[in-house]
């Protein structure tokens, strides 16, 4: 009984790939994609396009996506912060656009150059950066919390309150535990 | 006698009026000399650098690569024992670890006195950074590479040395071989003009000029190269003036920094600092003795004594300037019989870095804030975003490809090369990361990456599909009509494009229209959403001039450089933020001085989500579509997205895509604008993907956004499937909300579920034992 059923059961499961598109493809395709989960982010700093491909490695499994800063870019986060305390806020700039190239896709070395950015006036830049911020820091509500806070200080700055305000509280909510 | 005494007194008169005159012209020949002299001193063209090399533990440097980059550097290496430090410009290699005397170095933000550095790398990557106290160094970037300057137009170049940089055997072998007495004499030397007279008479060849270094640097500063005798006398009242104001020193310095030494095209090579870069690849302060010779030797004549074209004669006096320095007692006769034993030594010019197209791109930029004047002679410092890494491969792989193309092709044409341009940037910062103007990367001549404005062809259509993304209407599964299409446009023509296949496939999704790029389905979309959407769409990404208000629009006739293409797709790579390009990062002045920052700006030029669904599915052209043969090229795994571009005709084949990390731009056709028979995905894809395969190091995976879910659809049809029902699945972000009708006959009970679990399951143990078989 068994044997007959699963003969049934396969060729039902073979019949359903005789119906074939009407295009076929140039190559034998057969990717069949992992459902597209989000991508954890990884902690480590991505590399600069400086040299040649060993091999990416494959999206790690799902994990909880805090951000972090990998050893290059804290030292130079450091460095930028040193700048900053030291007057010098341009150069600030510099050096974190330097952690940047580094790991273009870390949402929390966008929120800091976004922050350097206000400190010397360009609050519309600011904001721009704390968007970009926020792009990347999809699933991690505590760097999504900092780019709208970052997001709010810049409408704040240029006169625009209620949305401002509309900003802060989407950070406060995300903040809350 | 009275005759005589009659004249006398005009005689006399006379004779004080010509001394008069005489000492007068002199005095104020005497002035001007000084006065231009310690005003002007010399133009000093801009200096250009590339980005500097970032090196810090978990980059993917195998030590092989960072001895390619040391020696990009024109770092050489040595055996010093471990006992020793390796001396500033060299390195040593110890197990797997390298010991580097880094040089001192000038950055846009700051300067880095000589140090050492420890390297140790581990299965291709950095994994340890040390300095000279064994202290870990967590990030330290090398010297940045010279890669040009921009000088006037009457080409005069040079690196300005001060007394520091300059090894002290170099004043010391120009005394020797030029002018023994330079340190007594006044500007002259009258006995050494009438020796040289003398030799000169008897031999008809060299010895001795019979000139002063000061007599030359006058020359060289002041004067055409005219023999005449006035200019002779002029020559000589300089000089001595000269030598009357300034201190030995000073003219030595000078002489060191102004003599010409060398030719290369419109460029003409002044000064020693630029000389020994020029012929050898390193710092003046880096030569050895051999290579001091040769310069002292080049200066006698730099056209007859050209290195590179007479090398044998070169060597003959370089090895003569040596006994002269033995003979002076300015060096030991072991160390000229060593040096005479070594080979010149001289790099090949294309060694050397030097990227017209590039800089060409430098230049537009600055001239923006800059008069001509200061760009060419006030000694900035420019710090680009080059990476000599990424530009020397896209060179490379585009000459490659475009010869292999040549060979393949049978509509060839003799005389009349295959042409291409490379435009490589990164897309998250807007950093110009290379310029490849044509197939012949040295030639300083038309620039394709930036003036080469062809039809884009579909590069256009992914701004189309994103218009209709942002309308609402549509999404990456919506059912589109690949239908013929019969427009009627201005002058009462019909207009009646085909896909490229000839064929029409009828009701497709939206992926599938972008990624096999179909003419048809786009044209009814595109009519469908108004080509003023379409328009916005492109200026919001950067396009600077009105786009074409007709259908044709709608297959790329618009006509765009290589540069303005990476501006657009920039954009889509960057989700939606549009930053601009930039290939300037910091200008500073002669001394150092920050003049002006190219910062990195983000502008939020479209809405996130919409971006993300055409990145999505210009990820399906490189699956599925047209971007296909890239898969064979690139390492497994790498996820990148772009699109094929084809102009009417086959005359541009285009390719723009990008990965994690960078965007670039291919194009590739000929010149004078002929059928060039390739399409993008025949023409410009394998020189992309070749070039991706090398550089690219990080996989395009922004992460699904919170706002959009994920939906399955069967790629053909656009169907919600599942394996049990399709072989051909693609997932795609979708708005919430978004529901494709069922496939029919796709099972969607419990039983149909494990159905195509199984039969999943079946496929990947296919899909397993197949890359197993690899």
Partial sequence: MVLPTLAVVLAAAGCGSLIGPPYEPPAPAQTVRPPATPAPQTTAPSQTPQSPLPAPAPAPPPAPREHRLGAAATALVEQARKQAAGGDPQLAQATLERALRIEPDNPLLWIMLGEAHESTGQYALAGSMGHKALQLATGDPRAQAQAWRLIGDSLRARGRNPEANAAYSRADTLAAP | ?774
């Fill in chain 2, 1 to 774: 006698m009275k005759l005589l005494r009659r004249l006398l007194i005009p005689v006399l008169l006379l004779a004080a009026a010509g001394g008069a005159v005489a000492t007068v012209y002199v005095l104020r020949l005497s002035q001007t000399v000084v006065h231009q002299f310690e005003g002007r001193r010399w133009t000093l063209p801009a200096q250009v650098y590339a980005a500097p090399l970032e090196l810090y533990a978990g980059l993917p440097l195998s030590e092989k690569d960072v001895e390619s980059e040391l020696k990009r550097l024109a770092y050489r290496r040595t055996d010093t024992p471990q006992s020793a430090e390796p001396k500033t410009g060299t390195y040593r290699r110890i197990g797997a670890r390298i010991d580097v005397g880094l040089r001192a170095a000038r950055f846009a933000d700051q300067a880095r006195p000589a140090e050492l550095l420890a390297i140790t790398t581990s299965e291709g990557a950095i994994t340890d950074l040390r300095d000279a106290l064994g202290r870990e160094v967590p990030i330290v970037r090398l010297d940045p590479l010279l890669i040009g300057s921009i000088f006037p137009i009457h080409g005069e170049d040079r690196i300005v040395v001060t007394p520091d940089e300059v090894p002290p055997l170099l004043p010391a072998a120009l005394k020797a071989v030029e002018d023994r007495n330079f340190d007594t004499n006044r500007g002259i030397d009258v006995l050494g003009i009438l020796r040289a007279l003398w030799v000169d008479i008897r031999a008809g060849e060299w010895q001795q000029g019979g000139s002063t270094l000061t007599q030359q640097l006058v020359r060289s500063y002041f004067l055409s190269p005219q023999r005449t005798a006035s200019r002779k006398i002029r020559e000589a009242i300089m000089a001595v003036a000269l030598d009357e104001h300034f201190s030995k020193a000073d003219l030595m310095n000078a002489y060191i920094n102004e003599i010409h030494l060398g030719q290369d095209g419109n460029r003409a090579i002044h000064g020693f600092g630029l000389a020994a870069e020029f012929y050898f690849g390193k710092p003046l302060s880096e030569l050895d003795l051999d290579e001091i010779a040769t310069l002292v030797a080049i200066v006698r004549g730099p056209s007859y004594y050209d290195p590179r074209r007479h090398p044998s004669r070169v060597l003959k006096r370089r090895n003569l300037v040596l006994d002269e320095m033995v003979e002076q007692h300015v060096i030991p006769e072991s160390d000229a019989r060593l040096a005479q034993a070594q080979p010149l030594g001289i790099t090949s010019k294309t060694a050397g870095a030097y990227y017209p197209a590039y800089l060409d791109l430098v230049r537009r930029t600055l001239r923006r804030d800059y008069p001509e004047q200061d760009l060419t002679e006030a000694g900035l410092e420019v710090f680009t975003n080059l990476d000599p890494r990424v530009q020397a491969d896209a060179e490379h792989v585009l000459d490659r490809e475009l010869a292999r193309l040549d060979r393949v092709h049978k509509q060839r044409v003799p005389g009349a090369p295959l042409e291409g341009a490379v435009v490589v940037t990164a897309p998250q910062s807007g950093d110009v990361i290379a310029v490849v103007g044509g197939r012949d990367a040295g030639y300083d001549g038309f620039d394709r990456a930036l003036d080469g404005r062809r039809q884009i062809g579909s590069l256009v259509k992914p701004f189309i599909y994103l218009a209709a993304l942002e309308s609402g209407r549509y999404n990456a599964t919506s059912i589109i009509q690949d239908q013929p299409v019969s427009i009627r446009v201005a002058g009462g023509k019909l207009w009646q494009p085909e896909n490229f296949t000839r064929e029409n496939y009828g009701p497709v999704p939206l992926v599938r229209a972008l990624a096999e790029s179909l003419n048809d389905a786009t044209v009814n979309l595109g009519m469908d959403i108004g080509l003023e959407s379409v328009g916005h769409s492109l200026e919001r990404f950067g396009l600077d001039r009105a786009p074409p208000q007709n259908p044709s629009l709608l297959l790329g006739t618009v006509e765009l450089t290589p540069l303005e293409v990476a501006q657009l797709y920039g954009g889509l790579a960057n989700g939606g933020f549009r930053t601009t390009l930039r290939a300037v990062r910091a200008v500073l002045s002669a001394d150092g001085k920050p003049l002006k920052a190219f910062p990195v700006e983000v502008d939020a030029v479209a809405q996130a989500d919409p971006v993300y669904e055409v990145d999505s599915m210009l990820e399906q052209v490189i699956e599925r579509g047209t971007g296909r043969p890239a898969l064979g090229v690139l390492p497994r795994g790498l996820i990148v997205a772009g699109k094929t571009g084809t102009s009417s005709d086959l005359r541009d084949s285009w390719f723009a895509g990008f990965s994690g990390d960078d965007l670039a731009v291919v194009w590739v056709g000929y010149d004078d604008d002929r059928v060039a028979g390739f399409t993008g995905e025949t023409g410009a894809l394998p020189v992309w993907s070749h070039l991706m395969a090398d550089i690219a190091m990080s996989s395009w995976n922004v992460p699904l956004p919170d706002t959009l879910q994920s939906v399955t659809i069967d790629y053909a049809t656009g169907f919600r499937a599942n394996a049990a029902c399709s072989s051909d699945l693609v997932t795609l972000p979708v708005p919430p909300g978004t529901n494709p009708p069922l496939k029919p006959g796709c099972p969607t009970t419990a039983f149909g579920a494990v159905i195509g679990s199984v039969h999943e399951l079946m496929q990947r143990a296919g899909q397993w034992l197949q890359s197993m078989a690899h």
